[in-house]
């Protein structure tokens, strides 16, 4: 065990030394875990995968080296988990060129400025390592470039569509250099961490914004001029499955995002399953109460209480169905009004794994999010979602390599998971009427991810065109053909994104179903809910094995 264990601790400081942000959003304080920082770096985006696959197989073996037997459950389970990574890792094989880390959503250079603000000053060490991240950004986004130009050579480079909207996204980021929001945000964080003289953060102010002018804008700059040199080079402008290996590559995605290992023609009749279920129950709400339609696109109002009131009744609540969790703190924030437009409409900021705190969730305005859908949005990221499920696993003190090796399916199905207890929480207490409105809200909502998870599946892996997407979304009384084309060229940029959410939710759903039929009366929710939590997040063939 003991042997296990050092070695997990050696990988994991391999995983994470790489990139300076990936060490910093995973340890506050890498000297007490034995880790030396290196001199600040985003790392580079390799054109070719050779040295990792074969790092994978060194690892594999030496895995594979251990007695099994003689390891603890805690650490079986931890080998386990590491084995299967590699594996999926491998099984990318020569299709890592359909890889795509540029998106106007989720591509890098989108997420990087907020991964920048959100960059969080424990000491002084912290400050320089930013001050030096910002001059890393130049070379970091030439070997991206490097890699878009292998992959248009290949035949795989974005559409025309696609590289619009991502220079449209870098654009709006440096069109105004001296107001550009991490400015404002780098001179909050200095004032707030308390510890330098004014003098000192007056001069720190002055050389970010002479980095952010000559550094930060020109590699941007530098980044869209390299990318138009390729327009016209990408000549797909449908799913993958019209891509060389594009099949193969969605199934490793399938895997790596969602943690399930179903095939994809199962995952498909699943969900087509759990479509029709849903669809019946909220046919039958709706034969006996047809009013509540109509109700229904007006919004669910309830009496006006603020987001923190709703986390701490939330707390109180999820005792009925989930283990006590006690003194856990949280801090409710405001999206910076210059980022409002960039972000999601909530989440969750996990903290470092070696503290623990601080558990911020962020709301974003733009949204205006009330009522139910602020409720059950809180209870995603909050209790009993993201929050309640990162402090409960990192309570059990795990290996900090689990920590590196958290499929997203796992952690964001937990958290779409639990949005059907949080309406039921809703509505308690209130009129049967608006218990079934309740019911019938969650029901739309969870219609609405099953449908998109279905059109990932149709144009990734079935080749579906917009018509056919246009023609699905119709017979479910869908018509809006802006909103078609949207959803499709988005669903195109982002393959298995929505899959992570809806599968990993359906995931737990039929293991508790399961679990359920096999103790009888015997089963506890809570005693369910507990032995998840205490595994933590794995790959689900891992879940069943060990649950």
Request: with cysteine.
């Amino acid at each position: 065990n003991g042997k296990f264990e050092a070695f997990s601790g050696k990988v994991f400081q391999n995983e994470v030394s790489g990139s300076t942000l990936t060490l910093h959003y995973t340890l506050a304080h890498p000297e007490k875990q034995g880790i030396r920082r290196k001199k600040a770096s985003l790392g580079t985006v390799p054109t070719d995968m050779k040295n990792t696959y074969q790092i994978c197989s060194q690892y594999e073996k030496k895995l594979k080296s251990f007695r099994y037997s003689r390891l603890s459950t805690e650490n079986q389970l931890t080998l386990d988990s590491m084995l299967l990574y590699y594996h999926t890792e491998k099984s990318l094989g020569d299709n890592y060129l359909l890889q795509e880390p540029l998106g106007p959503s989720l591509g890098i250079q989108a997420q990087l400025p907020v991964l920048l603000a959100e960059y969080a000053f424990y000491e002084d060490r912290d400050i320089t390592d930013y001050l030096t991240l910002l001059t890393t950004i130049r070379p970091y986004f030439r070997s991206i470039l490097e890699f878009e130009k292998k992959k248009s050579e290949a035949g795989f480079f974005m559409s025309d569509t696609t590289l619009d909207r991502i220079l449209a996204q870098c654009s709006a980021f440096i069109q105004n250099p001296d107001n550009n929001y991490m400015l404002e945000i780098f001179q909050k964080k200095l004032s707030e961490y308390g510890k330098l003289p004014s003098s000192e953060q007056n001069a720190l102010v002055l050389t970010h914004q002479n980095l952010m002018k000559t550094e930060v804008i020109p590699a941007y700059q530098e980044l869209m001029t390299g990318l138009e040199a390729l327009r016209g080079t990408g000549k797909n402008t449908r799913g993958l499955t019209y891509f060389k290996g594009g099949k193969a590559y969605y199934l490793y995605l399938l895997q790596s995002q969602t943690g399930s290992y179903v095939p994809v023609k199962q995952m498909e009749k699943r969900l087509s399953g759990q479509l029709s279920d849903e669809i019946g129950i909220a046919g039958t709400i709706l034969r006996q109460n047809p009013e509540l339609l109509t109700t229904l696109s007006r919004g669910i109002t309830f009496r006006e209480i603020k987001p923190a009131q709703m986390l701490n009744a939330l707390q109180q609540k999820i005792q009925t169905d989930f283990p006590p969790l006690t003194d856990v703190t949280f801090e409710l924030r405001t999206v910076h009004d210059s980022m409002k437009e960039y972000l999601s409409p909530a989440f969750y900021l996990t903290p470092p794994a070696d503290v623990n705190s601080p558990n911020s969730i962020y709301l974003n305005p733009a949204d205006e999010m009330t009522g139910i859908e602020l409720y059950s949005t809180l209870a995603h990221e909050g209790f009993p979602g993201h929050l309640y499920q990162t402090v409960s696993f990192s309570r059990s003190d795990p290996l900090l390599i689990r920590h590196l090796y958290a499929p997203s399916g796992y952690v964001e199905g937990w958290a779409t998971y639990v949005e059907s207890y949080a309406c039921r929480y809703a509505a308690r207490n209130l009129d049967a009427n608006t218990q079934a409105l309740c019911r019938l809200w969650y029901l739309n909502r969870s219609v609405h991810l099953i449908l998109c998870s279905l059109l990932d599946l149709g144009i990734h892996s079935q080749g579906w065109l917009l018509s056919d997407a246009s023609a699905f979304l119709a017979q479910f009384g869908i018509t809006d053909a802006s909103a078609a084309a949207s959803l499709y060229q988005y669903i195109l940029e982002t393959p298995a994104n929505y899959l992570k959410y809806c599968v990993g939710s359906l995931s737990f759903s039929q293991l508790l179903s399961e679990v359920q039929k096999q103790e009888g009366d015997s089963f506890s929710l809570i005693g369910f809910h507990e032995k998840l939590l205490r595994l933590g997040p794995l790959p689900f063939p891992l879940v069943e094995k060990y649950l």
